[in-house]
């Protein structure tokens, strides 16, 4: 005689991680003035220390760490003496793109097509390299979206960076790699160079690269300016410089523009960099900006066995994207 | 249209510091800075690994090799502003390999005798350490030598000792740049030679795990780029960077250490090979 086999159907959570803990959906299914997650586990676009491939799977873990140490109820921020809710229904995590290791067009096409549908519902793409150079597709497919949904309109991209990322070619890498992005992206139709904005640049740079950005009206705010000007007057004229003109902005955060001592998980790091008090100020001051889309990039977890730089850079997504996942509690 | 275009042999080819000329030292010249690796480890040191050291040094450094890389236009100091010319630091920085494996008496031979012939012929040499203890036999190569120290264990008083380690004390090292260079100048004696040991400890440990000897209130970047900036316009004899662990458990990936040390060694590169600046000693060796 056989026994009975009975099965339970106990309410099963989805493995893995999204970020922020947050469902998991289709780039179709995220409704306007949400924001939608694209994974971009590549690195095959980098010239040097690998492993940002592994940047996605360690945010959206790290965000999911976080999210479960932050109060469920009612928060309080010392800082700003602000009382918070967590907002509901702000965030869905789309998955990640398909990567071709061998084939920059087709991964950069099929970033671009999540990031543009995305962008075409009046969502706000959130980008996960990945390194740097996935940024160019990210905005590339923002760029087409916003041309699709808003046909006249313009947006202000400001990168916080340690790098210009603004060669046109790098060596046996070519003209896409992520050395490039910046200026594959001055190339897109509906941004101009006079509203492009670099923060956090350290160090040696390219005189030629350098020359060429600020001949076209962009602004390149050093390392040692944030340090001198202070992150509130840095967030103040960028934001004047990046926005003339313009309706949107778009924002592509290279962690690496935090000094090496405390972030060493990173491909390229740099030193004489930003303070994570500095880079967390900078990102509170764009957090209210009309943001249509943004990336965040080069978090390499194989480079840091104490697993810090996942904890910061998952502290720069809550604090960049305070205004969306809380509600103000009014009293 | 493929995106890429063929690859090119950047990362390739032979490993000289900033993709510098290899040279036999009987071709170094007057004013030239000759580049010498000591691939040794100190056997007391707590951990093994400072034997790769010159080699990790090396690699780092080929990240600053403009002169030698025709991607890049030509760099610029972004907080200063300001453009580095690289013309001509071809032709007078150069790398001379490594001091050969061999037993101790064969290894101090060897470096008393190459810092002597570059010196002779009135180069500085740049020593890619490795342990400190090599540091007493380039001492002793350069006769009444005075020696600037950057970190490191204070073991002579008549030294220039900039942060040193506390030795067994706790104690936050202060540090007062603008104060300390003119005791520096008091203290130079330019009729003699000058040897500048630059150990990892000096920087502030949080800022790199890769020193087997950490300490807490040492230097950051800048005060130490200003330092070896103001050494590089002096006629230095030789130049010892030591206490890079590369090795150090789950840290080496990170190269933080290397980066530290090479970036701030460029300061003394371009400063003593005289890109825009002047020598402040007149002293012929």
């Known amino acids: 005689m056989t026994a009975a086999i009975t099965t339970s159907h106990l309410p099963l959570n989805q493995p893995g991680f999204r970020l922020f803990d947050g469902p998991a959906s289709d780039v179709t299914d995220v409704a306007p003035g949400q924001i939608g997650v694209v994974g971009m586990p590549s690195d095959w676009t980098h010239s040097s220390r690998l492993g940002a491939r592994f940047g996605p799977e360690a945010l959206r873990k790290a965000t999911t760490l976080l999210q479960s140490k932050r109060p469920q109820g009612g928060s309080f921020n010392p800082d700003t003496g602000h009382r918070t809710l967590p907002a509901k229904n702000w965030l869905v995590d789309c998955g990640d793109a398909e990567i071709t290791a061998d084939d920059v067009d087709a991964t950069t096409q099929a970033i671009a097509a999540m990031t543009e549908a995305l962008t075409v519902a009046g969502a706000i793409p959130l980008a996960l390299g990945g390194d740097h150079y996935n940024s ?196 | ?93 150069c790398d001379l390999g490594d001091i050969a494996l061999g037993s101790d008496e064969a290894i101090h031979a060897a470096l008393m005798t190459a810092t002597r012939q570059i010196n002779r012929a009135g180069a500085c040499a740049l020593l890619l350490g490795g342990s400190d203890r090599l540091s007493v036999t380039v001492q002793k190569a350069l006769q009444d030598c005075q020696t600037v120290q950057l970190g490191g264990t204070s073991c002579d008083a008549r030294n220039f000792h900039i942060a040193p380690l506390e030795n067994g004390s706790d104690t936050t090292c202060k540090i007062d740049t603008a104060t300390d260079l003119v005791a520096f100048t008091q203290w130079r004696n330019s009729t003699k030679p000058l040897f500048v040991r630059f150990d990892l400890s000096v920087f502030e440990t949080s800022l790199s795990a890769l020193c087997d000897r950490p300490r807490l209130g040492g230097c950051d970047l800048d005060t130490v780029t200003q330092w070896l900036s103001t050494l590089g316009q002096h006629r230095v004899s030789a130049i010892m960077l030591t206490g890079l662990n590369p090795t150090r458990p789950g840290m080496g990936i990170v190269k933080v250490g290397q980066r530290l040390m090479v970036t701030a060694l460029l300061a003394f590169v371009y400063a003593r090979l005289g890109f825009g600046t002047t020598d402040f000693d007149t002293v012929s060796l």
Not at chain 1, 203 to 226: M, N, T
């Open chain 1, 136 to 331: 160019f597709p990210a905005c590339l497919g923002y760029s087409r979206g916003l041309a699709k949904r808003a046909p006249n309109a313009r947006f202000g991209y400001i990168q916080i960076d340690g790098h210009l990322d603004f060669s046109d070619r790098l060596g046996a890498w070519g003209s896409h790699n992520h050395a490039t992005n910046a200026r594959r992206i001055s190339e897109l139709p509906n941004v101009d160079v006079s509203n492009m904005v670099w923060i956090g640049i350290a160090g040696w740079v390219d005189g030629g690269d350098l020359a060429l950005i600020e001949k076209q009206g962009g602004r390149v705010f050093s390392a040692s300016e944030v340090h001198s000007l202070g992150t509130v007057e840095v967030v103040r004229q960028a934001l004047a410089h990046a926005m003339q003109g313009c309706d949107e902005l778009y924002l592509s955060i290279d962690i690496d523009a935090m000094d090496a001592g405390y972030l060493p998980g990173t491909g390229s790091v740099v030193h004489s960099g930003i303070t994570p008090r500095q880079y967390y100020e900078l990102l509170d001051g764009f957090a209210e900006a009309p943001l249509g889309g943004l990336d965040i990039d080069e978090l390499s977890p194989p480079l840091d066995p104490s697993e810090r730089t996942e904890i910061i850079s998952a502290e720069m997504l809550f604090r960049i994207l305070q205004r969306f996942r809380t509600t103000p509690v009014t009293e």
């Open chain 2, 1 to 93: 249209m493929p995106l890429r275009s063929g690859p090119l042999p950047r990362m390739a080819g032979h490993l000289s510091f900033m993709r510098s000329q290899p040279k036999a030292i009987g071709d170094v010249r007057s004013g030239q800075l000759a580049v010498l690796g000591l691939p040794f480890e100190d056997t007391s040191a707590p951990f093994a690994g400072q034997s790769l050291a010159a080699r990790a040094l090396r690699e780092t450094s080929v990240y600053f090799g403009w002169h030698a890389n025709p991607q890049f236009s030509h760099p610029v100091d972004i907080d200063a502003r300001q453009d580095i010319s690289t013309d001509g630091l071809h032709e007078r920085l």
